[in-house]
């Protein structure tokens, strides 16, 4: 895969990582939309060492979409633990 076809995961990955945690987030859609970004490269790079399965060239390939989805979720978690509450101490 490109890099165009790392962005497209990336944004649709940030999607549904937003979907299965819904809420409010610092960043907006558009801290989403790079999380999700930054996520399936995270996820991939986690995927390929630590669970010893690297990431195919395949666009439609379940795994993945499973490791840029889970390295969504974990980038989004991070986020909100380190950023959720700024706008309430305000």
Known sequence: MGIISWIILGLLAGVV??????????????GTILIGIAGAFVGGWISN???DRPV????YDGAT????IG?????LIIY???FGNSRSRR
Not at 17 to 30: E, H, Y
Not at 56 to 59: A, K, T
Not at 71 to 75: D, I, K, M, P, R
């Open 49 to 51: 060492h630590f669970f």
């Open 71 to 75: 390295g969504s979720l974990v980038l």
């Open 17 to 30: 990582a937003k979907v299965l945690l819904p809420g409010r987030d610092p960043g907006g859609i558009v």
């Open 80 to 82: 909100r633990l380190l």
């Open 56 to 59: 195919s060239n395949e666009f």
């Open 65 to 68: 979409w499973i490791a840029a």
